[in-house]
Structures are given as structure tokens and as C-alpha cells.
């Protein structure tokens, strides 16, 4: 449980068992020149989680490429239908070019014959150029803050959804996380939080861009809900991931820190963006996210 010290050790041992449910989730199976399967991990939502079905396809697509080094430039997920959490799920690849210097995929997530999601992905290696990027923003060091249990202990029948989640990556949020500042009475327009693998991944680039993939839906649409002073588990909300794109400007390693910076630039017609950054410990972006979702919010009726 997490709401008491004693059990601490026995969380962190569950943390670390969830790690290498990740690992697993991410070692696809291999039955075809083009087709691979993956499973879930032990703990799920309802339906399958949308960061695992983006970072299992980001596996398949690359392990098909005729040049593996070639580095990622973009990964777009359109998300069709939800998924059974108790079945395995059909990775189908088809290659659309393969160059010297480029590649393109689309894989498909199929679960008995029901398409999940569509993703494409484009690699290119085009070597030096021009660089700039915004600024990241000033934030307390990740050891400055405290971790994902901790902001977690006294809401576990707040947002229990939270609490029994997979928890394979270990967040420290540098402003209170949305159901905190709903206890506060506070809003905030935007939301970063420091991120890394909670285990050593191995020396595969492409495990460490997966773990990234994974982890870039986990608070991206927060800043919709907490520009309007709202939180899960407090307020009646519905949201659902209904597609995201990111692009890859630099490989990332995900046993250091990462902070992910998002915000939301509009809601309208219960739909909302999310957008955000990744960057590295010396302040390099790695990473650019933009996601929509489905975000219906139900006031309570006024007495």
C-alpha cells in the first residue's frame, strides 16, 4: 500500500517488477518476416494502454528496417478502436520505402482481426545541419522533489486508477500533479515532470526511444484539465487518446533524467491538444509531442 512507510521497500521491489513488465512488453515475438505479436503487462486500464500500443509499433516497424542505425524522425498513431487487455495483439508491418538514408513503415495493432491503431514512422539519417530550440523551462532538479508514491499517499481512493497503474518509469512532477492543485483550489496551464526508467535498460537506442514512446501519454493531456482548476478523480471526466504524433530530434537516454514540458493549447467541441517537450539533463530538446483527445467533462448539477 501506499500509504505507509513500512511498505515503502515492497513498493520499490513492485516498481522494479514493473520495469521489467515493460521490458517484456516491448520484446516482441517474431512470427513472420513482417509480423510480430506483443502481450500486455499484468496491470492495465479497461482497454489496452495508448502509449504501449505506440511504443510496441515503434519496436515492430524498427525491427524490420534493412538498415537498423537509421535513427527515428517521426512516429504518428491514429488510435481506431480500444483493445482487450487479456489478449495478445497482432503487430502487421508493411514497408513503404527503403533508402540509403530514409524508410518509412505503417503498422497496423490488430486484435482478432479489429484494427487497434495505424501507425507510420519515418527514419531518416540526413547528417549535420542548423540547430536551434526553445529554452527549457526553470524547474527544481529531479532530486529536489518528491517521487510519484509519495504524491500519491492520502488520494488512493481519490485517483485510484493512479495508484494501481503500471509504474515502470519514475516520475518526480516539479508543480503539484493535478490532484493535489484540485485539493488547493489551484490551476496551472502547464505541467513538467522529470522522468527515467526505473531500471537500467539495455545498451538498444531502441528500447530507450520506446521507454519515451511508452511514457509521452502519461501527462500530456493533464494541462487541459488543470487550466481548469480540474483533477481525475475529484471532477467527472472522460478522456481518451484518440491520436498523438511526436518527432525525434536527438536519441534520448532514458536511464538519465528527461523533463517533460506540456501544456495545452486549446479545448473546444470536448476536444483537446496536448503538446509538450522532452529534453535532456543539459536542456536539449529530444523531443517534440502533440496528442489529441476525446476530454468530456460533467459538472455536478447545482443544488
Known amino acids: ?9 515492497n513498493a520499490q521491489e513492485g516498481a522494479h517488477s514493473d520495469f521489467e513488465e515493460l521490458l517484456q512488453i516491448l520484446d516482441l515475438t517474431r512470427v513472420g518476416e ?4 506483443g502481450s500486455h503487462p499484468t496491470k492495465n486500464p479497461l ?22 542505425e537509421l535513427p527515428p524522425s517521426a512516429l504518428s498513431v491514429h488510435y481506431i478502436n480500444g483493445g482487450d487487455t487479456s489478449r495478445d495483439i497482432e503487430f502487421h508491418v508493411t514497408r513503404l520505402r527503403d533508402e540509403r538514408s530514409f ?24 547528417g549535420p545541419g542548423l540547430e536551434h530550440g526553445v529554452e527549457p523551462p526553470q524547474v527544481d532538479q529531479p532530486h529536489a522533489r518528491p517521487g510519484l508514491r ?19 518509469i519514475e516520475w518526480r512532477y516539479t508543480n503539484d500533479p493535478a490532484w493535489i492543485m484540485r485539493k488547493k483550489g489551484q490551476r496551472l496551464p502547464h505541467n513538467r515532470v522529470w522522468m527515467k526508467a526505473l531500471g537500467t535498460l539495455p545498451d538498444d537506442p531502441v528500447l530507450h526511444t520506446a521507454a519515451m514512446v511508452y511514457s509521452s501519454d502519461t501527462t500530456v493531456l493533464d494541462s487541459i484539465v488543470t487550466t481548469h482548476g480540474l483533477s481525475w478523480g475529484f471532477d467527472r471526466i472522460f478522456a481518451a487518446s484518440s491520436n498523438q504524433s511526436i518527432w525525434f530530434h536527438r536519441q534520448v537516454d532514458f536511464n538519465d533524467w528527461v523533463l517533460y514540458s506540456t501544456s495545452s493549447p486549446v479545448a473546444a467541441e470536448s476536444r483537446g491538444l496536448g ?29
Open 103 to 126: 524508410a518509412n513503415r505503417r503498422v497496423d495493432a490488430v486484435q482478432d482481426g479489429v484494427l487497434l491503431s495505424s501507425a507510420l514512422i519515418s527514419f531518416m539519417s540526413a
Open 275 to 303: 503538446t509538450g517537450h522532452f529534453f535532456d539533463s543539459s536542456g536539449k530538446i529530444l523531443a517534440t509531442v502533440v496528442q489529441e483527445g476525446v476530454v468530456k467533462y460533467f459538472p455536478s448539477s447545482p443544488r
Open 34 to 37: 513482417d509480423l510480430f505479436t
Open 47 to 68: 482497454r489496452t494502454y495508448g502509449g504501449q500500443l505506440m511504443a510496441q509499433s515503434f519496436v515492430a516497424g524498427t525491427r524490420t528496417l534493412e538498415r537498423p
Open 150 to 168: 509519495e504524491l500519491l499517499r492520502g488520494y488512493e481512493q481519490i485517483v485510484p486508477h493512479f495508484v494501481n497503474a503500471l509504474h515502470p
Open 1 to 9: 500500500m501506499v500509504g505507509c512507510e513500512s511498505q515503502e521497500p
